[in-house]
């Protein structure tokens, strides 16, 4: 599978995704993610948005189930200083949402000229893909995380 979130500080954040695909496939999962990313910049579909708002919503209820989880969401607010209002009206601002407040977000937050990839594999297979695309930096690390 593979999935994609944002990742959010109070002074920054990441946008990631992650997937697992055989070494030999490696090249065409960052060219297939390259081409997700560029969609989302420049269209994405109603039936998509339409499953992620109905996903983000039903889902909504159960981040408050625990005490925990409810802290944890309070403390979120105090940390990047979110209205007092912001949960009671987070269902009403997903159904607003609109295409072009996402493919601006997109456009806005998600800088192509700035994504890393990590990619863990069998060097001897991954690496000459790698270099394929010609417009990666590739640094190749060891098992303890030093330069090779």
Known sequence: GIHSAFGYNKDSG??????????????????????EIDGIKTEIRDDEI?????????RFPAMFETYSQIAHHLSTSLKFNLSENYFDTYINRIVE????DIQTVA????????????????SETVLPQL???TDLEIVELGA???GI
Do not use: M, P, W
């Open 50 to 58: 339409d499953f992620t708002k109905s996903n983000l919503i039903k």
């Open 107 to 122: 456009n806005n937050k998600i800088r192509n000229n700035e994504l890393i990839y990590v990619v863990v594999g069998d």
């Open 144 to 146: 303890e995380g030093h």
């Open 131 to 133: 270099k394929e695309l």
């Open 14 to 35: 990441y946008f990631e995704i992650a997937t697992s695909v055989s070494s030999k496939d490696t090249a065409q999962a960052i060219k297939e993610i390259r081409k």
């Open 97 to 100: 949402c609109k295409k072009e």
